[in-house]
Protein backbone atom coordinates (compact mmCIF):
# COMPACT_ATOMS: atom_id res chain seq x y z
CA UNK A 1 0.00 0.00 0.00
CA UNK A 2 0.77 3.67 -1.05
CA UNK A 3 2.63 5.18 2.02
CA UNK A 4 4.54 8.46 0.80
CA UNK A 5 1.72 11.43 0.06
CA UNK A 6 2.90 13.68 -2.71
CA UNK A 7 2.67 16.73 -2.54
CA UNK A 8 2.58 20.34 -4.68
CA UNK A 9 2.45 23.95 -2.68
CA UNK A 10 0.95 26.78 -4.41
CA UNK A 11 0.72 29.87 -3.12
CA UNK A 12 2.58 33.34 -4.57
CA UNK A 13 3.76 34.71 -0.49
CA UNK A 14 7.22 32.97 -0.31
CA UNK A 15 6.73 33.20 3.82
CA UNK A 16 3.52 31.48 3.30
CA UNK A 17 5.29 28.58 1.34
CA UNK A 18 7.85 28.67 3.76
CA UNK A 19 5.55 28.05 6.98
CA UNK A 20 3.24 25.61 5.25
CA UNK A 21 6.76 23.49 4.06
CA UNK A 22 7.91 23.61 7.68
CA UNK A 23 4.83 22.04 9.08
CA UNK A 24 4.21 19.57 6.76
CA UNK A 25 7.91 18.02 7.13
CA UNK A 26 7.15 17.26 10.24
CA UNK A 27 5.07 14.64 9.07
CA UNK A 28 7.69 12.17 7.30
CA UNK A 29 4.57 10.90 5.16
CA UNK A 30 4.70 13.63 3.56
CA UNK A 31 6.86 14.29 0.07
CA UNK A 32 6.69 17.70 -0.88
CA UNK A 33 7.90 17.16 -4.75
CA UNK A 34 7.31 20.97 -6.20
CA UNK A 35 5.71 24.38 -5.08
CA UNK A 36 4.47 27.53 -7.48
CA UNK A 37 4.80 30.93 -7.23
CA UNK A 38 1.00 31.67 -9.31
CA UNK A 39 -1.94 30.16 -10.73
CA UNK A 40 -0.19 29.09 -14.21
CA UNK A 41 3.33 28.12 -12.85
CA UNK A 42 1.03 25.55 -10.47
CA UNK A 43 -1.04 24.02 -13.23
CA UNK A 44 2.58 23.01 -15.35
CA UNK A 45 3.68 21.45 -11.82
CA UNK A 46 0.89 19.58 -11.33
CA UNK A 47 0.56 18.05 -14.63
CA UNK A 48 4.14 17.29 -14.45
CA UNK A 49 4.47 15.84 -10.69
CA UNK A 50 0.76 14.13 -10.63
CA UNK A 51 0.99 14.78 -6.80
CA UNK A 52 -1.57 12.63 -4.40
CA UNK A 53 -2.16 16.21 -3.19
CA UNK A 54 -2.32 19.89 -4.03
CA UNK A 55 -2.51 22.78 -1.09
CA UNK A 56 -3.51 25.92 -3.12
CA UNK A 57 -3.52 29.73 -2.65
CA UNK A 58 -6.73 31.46 -3.25
CA UNK A 59 -6.53 35.09 -3.83
CA UNK A 60 -3.42 34.61 -6.94
CA UNK A 61 -2.90 36.96 -9.22
CA UNK A 62 -4.05 36.27 -12.88
CA UNK A 63 -5.26 32.59 -12.34
CA UNK A 64 -6.67 32.09 -8.66
CA UNK A 65 -6.80 29.05 -6.91
CA UNK A 66 -10.51 28.61 -7.59
CA UNK A 67 -9.78 29.18 -11.17
CA UNK A 68 -6.78 26.18 -10.81
CA UNK A 69 -8.46 23.87 -8.94
CA UNK A 70 -11.58 23.74 -11.69
CA UNK A 71 -8.62 23.07 -14.62
CA UNK A 72 -6.93 20.35 -13.10
CA UNK A 73 -10.47 18.52 -12.82
CA UNK A 74 -10.08 17.52 -16.04
CA UNK A 75 -6.90 15.32 -15.63
CA UNK A 76 -6.76 12.18 -15.42
CA UNK A 77 -5.53 11.82 -12.14
CA UNK A 78 -6.46 14.58 -9.89
CA UNK A 79 -5.58 15.69 -6.54
CA UNK A 80 -6.77 16.40 -3.46
CA UNK A 81 -7.09 19.92 -3.01
CA UNK A 82 -6.28 21.35 0.33
CA UNK A 83 -7.12 25.40 0.15
CA UNK A 84 -4.96 27.36 2.38
CA UNK A 85 -5.84 31.38 2.57
CA UNK A 86 -6.35 34.05 4.83
CA UNK A 87 -9.81 34.56 3.61
CA UNK A 88 -12.28 32.82 5.39
CA UNK A 89 -15.34 33.88 2.68
CA UNK A 90 -13.89 31.26 0.11
CA UNK A 91 -15.01 28.48 2.18
CA UNK A 92 -18.62 27.84 0.12
CA UNK A 93 -17.14 28.46 -3.25
CA UNK A 94 -13.89 26.22 -2.01
CA UNK A 95 -16.35 23.04 -1.20
CA UNK A 96 -18.05 23.59 -4.38
CA UNK A 97 -14.65 22.22 -6.63
CA UNK A 98 -14.28 19.16 -4.42
CA UNK A 99 -12.19 20.72 -2.27
CA UNK A 100 -11.04 18.38 1.07
CA UNK A 101 -10.16 20.78 3.47
CA UNK A 102 -9.81 24.69 3.84
CA UNK A 103 -6.86 25.71 6.28
CA UNK A 104 -7.09 29.39 7.52
CA UNK A 105 -3.67 31.35 7.86
CA UNK A 106 -2.15 32.36 9.70
CA UNK A 107 -1.63 27.86 9.82
CA UNK A 108 -2.42 25.65 13.14
CA UNK A 109 -0.18 22.71 14.02
CA UNK A 110 -3.26 20.99 15.29
CA UNK A 111 -5.45 21.81 12.02
CA UNK A 112 -2.61 20.85 9.45
CA UNK A 113 -2.72 17.75 12.02
CA UNK A 114 -6.45 17.23 11.41
CA UNK A 115 -5.89 17.99 7.55
CA UNK A 116 -2.89 15.53 7.15
CA UNK A 117 -5.28 12.94 8.75
CA UNK A 118 -7.99 13.37 6.39
CA UNK A 119 -5.83 13.36 3.60
CA UNK A 120 -4.84 9.10 4.98
CA UNK A 121 -8.11 8.38 5.75
CA UNK A 122 -9.33 9.45 1.77
CA UNK A 123 -5.86 8.55 0.39
CA UNK A 124 -6.06 4.81 2.68
CA UNK A 125 -3.16 5.41 4.12
CA UNK A 126 -2.17 3.72 7.08
CA UNK A 127 0.79 4.32 9.65
CA UNK A 128 4.03 2.51 9.77
CA UNK A 129 4.83 0.86 12.68
CA UNK A 130 7.44 2.19 14.61
CA UNK A 131 9.40 1.16 17.89
CA UNK A 132 7.99 2.54 21.31
CA UNK A 133 9.92 5.47 21.88
CA UNK A 134 12.95 4.55 24.46
CA UNK A 135 12.09 6.91 27.59
CA UNK A 136 14.38 9.34 28.90
CA UNK A 137 15.55 8.83 32.49
CA UNK A 138 17.09 12.69 32.93
CA UNK A 139 16.41 15.79 31.17
CA UNK A 140 19.97 17.51 30.22
CA UNK A 141 19.58 21.21 30.56
CA UNK A 142 22.32 24.42 30.87
CA UNK A 143 22.23 26.33 33.75
CA UNK A 144 25.07 28.81 34.28
CA UNK A 145 27.02 26.81 32.36
CA UNK A 146 26.34 23.48 33.97
CA UNK A 147 24.91 20.64 32.90
CA UNK A 148 22.18 20.34 34.77
CA UNK A 149 20.07 16.80 34.84
CA UNK A 150 16.23 16.98 35.55
CA UNK A 151 13.44 14.17 35.84
CA UNK A 152 10.90 14.47 33.59
CA UNK A 153 8.36 14.20 36.41
CA UNK A 154 9.81 17.37 38.17
CA UNK A 155 8.90 19.74 34.70
CA UNK A 156 5.53 21.28 35.88
CA UNK A 157 5.18 22.68 32.49
CA UNK A 158 7.46 24.39 29.01
CA UNK A 159 7.19 27.25 26.77
CA UNK A 160 8.77 29.31 23.91
CA UNK A 161 9.89 32.56 24.66
CA UNK A 162 11.81 34.24 21.87
CA UNK A 163 14.54 31.89 20.58
CA UNK A 164 14.88 29.83 24.06
CA UNK A 165 12.55 27.26 25.35
CA UNK A 166 11.71 27.87 29.23
CA UNK A 167 11.64 25.08 31.50
CA UNK A 168 9.09 25.24 34.75
CA UNK A 169 9.70 22.95 37.34
CA UNK A 170 8.71 23.55 41.11
CA UNK A 171 12.42 24.45 42.11
CA UNK A 172 13.03 26.70 39.38
CA UNK A 173 13.06 27.53 36.04
CA UNK A 174 15.81 26.18 33.26
CA UNK A 175 16.51 27.42 29.38
CA UNK A 176 16.99 25.67 26.74
CA UNK A 177 17.90 26.14 22.98
CA UNK A 178 15.66 23.03 21.81
CA UNK A 179 12.05 23.62 20.42
CA UNK A 180 9.02 22.85 22.44
CA UNK A 181 8.36 20.01 18.82
CA UNK A 182 12.31 18.60 20.20
CA UNK A 183 11.44 18.41 23.94
CA UNK A 184 8.26 16.65 23.38
CA UNK A 185 9.60 14.52 21.05
CA UNK A 186 12.16 13.81 24.18
CA UNK A 187 9.91 13.59 26.33
CA UNK A 188 7.66 10.79 24.79
CA UNK A 189 6.62 8.26 27.53
CA UNK A 190 5.73 10.97 30.27
CA UNK A 191 2.03 12.60 30.06
CA UNK A 192 3.10 15.58 28.32
CA UNK A 193 0.04 17.65 26.17
CA UNK A 194 0.56 20.33 24.02
CA UNK A 195 -2.06 23.03 25.55
CA UNK A 196 -0.61 25.78 22.61
CA UNK A 197 1.44 26.33 20.16
CA UNK A 198 3.93 27.03 22.59
CA UNK A 199 2.71 25.35 25.50
CA UNK A 200 3.91 21.49 26.17
CA UNK A 201 2.16 20.80 30.22
CA UNK A 202 3.02 17.85 32.42
CA UNK A 203 -0.86 16.38 33.00
CA UNK A 204 -0.24 14.90 36.38
CA UNK A 205 0.90 18.47 37.81
CA UNK A 206 -2.59 20.19 36.39
CA UNK A 207 -4.77 21.36 39.23
CA UNK A 208 -7.45 23.46 37.12
CA UNK A 209 -8.76 24.11 33.85
CA UNK A 210 -10.48 27.76 34.02
CA UNK A 211 -13.33 28.62 31.07
CA UNK A 212 -11.83 32.11 29.18
CA UNK A 213 -13.35 33.19 26.44
CA UNK A 214 -14.34 32.63 22.65
CA UNK A 215 -14.38 28.93 23.87
CA UNK A 216 -10.10 28.73 25.16
CA UNK A 217 -9.57 27.62 28.65
CA UNK A 218 -6.83 28.25 30.99
CA UNK A 219 -5.24 25.74 33.05
CA UNK A 220 -3.86 26.01 36.63
CA UNK A 221 -1.06 24.15 37.82
CA UNK A 222 0.53 22.93 41.26
CA UNK A 223 2.71 25.40 42.52
CA UNK A 224 2.43 28.51 40.02
CA UNK A 225 0.81 31.52 39.85
CA UNK A 226 0.66 31.98 36.24
CA UNK A 227 -2.16 30.26 34.47
CA UNK A 228 -1.32 28.69 31.02
CA UNK A 229 -3.29 29.28 27.69
CA UNK A 230 -5.36 26.39 26.09
CA UNK A 231 -6.19 27.10 22.50
CA UNK A 232 -9.72 26.07 21.57
CA UNK A 233 -8.17 23.52 18.86
CA UNK A 234 -6.74 21.62 21.71
CA UNK A 235 -9.14 21.44 24.08
CA UNK A 236 -11.26 18.96 23.68
CA UNK A 237 -8.30 16.61 23.04
CA UNK A 238 -6.84 17.90 26.53
CA UNK A 239 -9.99 16.76 28.25
CA UNK A 240 -10.16 13.72 27.09
CA UNK A 241 -6.97 13.23 28.30
CA UNK A 242 -7.62 14.33 31.70
CA UNK A 243 -11.22 12.38 32.15
CA UNK A 244 -13.37 15.16 32.36
Known amino acids: MKQKITTVIIDDEPLSRDELK???KQYSEVEIVAEGDCGEKGLEKIIINEPD????DIEMPQMSGIDLAKAIQNMK??????????YPA???????????DYLLKPFDEQQVGDTIKRIK??????????????????????DD?????LSPKDITYLFREERETVICTEDGNFSSKMTIKDLEEKL????????HKSYLVNLDKVEQLIPWFNRA????????????????????????????
Open 22 to 24: FLL
Open 53 to 56: VVFL
Open 77 to 86: KVPLIIFATA
Open 90 to 100: YAATAFRVQAL
Open 121 to 142: ERLQITDTKEPPPSIIAKLAVE
Open 145 to 149: GRIVY
Open 188 to 195: KGYPFFRT
Open 217 to 244: YQLKVIGKKEVIPVSRNYVKSLREHLEL
